[in-house]
């Protein structure tokens, strides 16, 4: 889900910023070989880790479209609260299902390589979400945080 919600956010804030377009395939490498390092994943490790990988993110970027889609819903003027209401169960439903999908993928990943890499690596996904957020958003003239 925050990958999905990361790369939208930097899409258009790269090519700002840098005056070339966005590449999702050079975003994706540089992911990989930042989680490769910053896990000490083996080649072996990481030719089982990133299928799955992979697979999980676009399985989930999936149920976050139609989660987006039901927030973008626009109801009648007459529509009730049990109307809206039912659009949030649907919401949650989702949420719940994406939840559940992720918990399925790291055990798939945990089997695939050690946990304590499987850990290693989702601390790892988040440190380069963060840092290529910050990397996009910091404006010049301020100062850059480490």
Known sequence: MAFLTLLSAIAPLSAQQRNRQFSPQDFVKRLESFIVRE???TPTEATAFFPIFHEMHDKQRGINWKIMELKKRSLPANATDRDYYNIIK???S??????ELEDSY????CKAIPAKKVHAAMKAEDRFHRRMLRK???RPGQQQRK
Do not use: H, Q, W
């Not at 989702?94 to 939840?99: D, F, H, P, T």
């Not at 790291?106 to 990943?109: A, N």
């Open 94 to 99: 989702l949420k719940v299902e994406s939840a």
């Open 136 to 138: 996009f958003t910091d």
């Open 39 to 41: 896990a000490c994943l």
């Open 90 to 92: 649907e919401i949650n």
């Open 106 to 109: 790291y055990k798939k990943m």
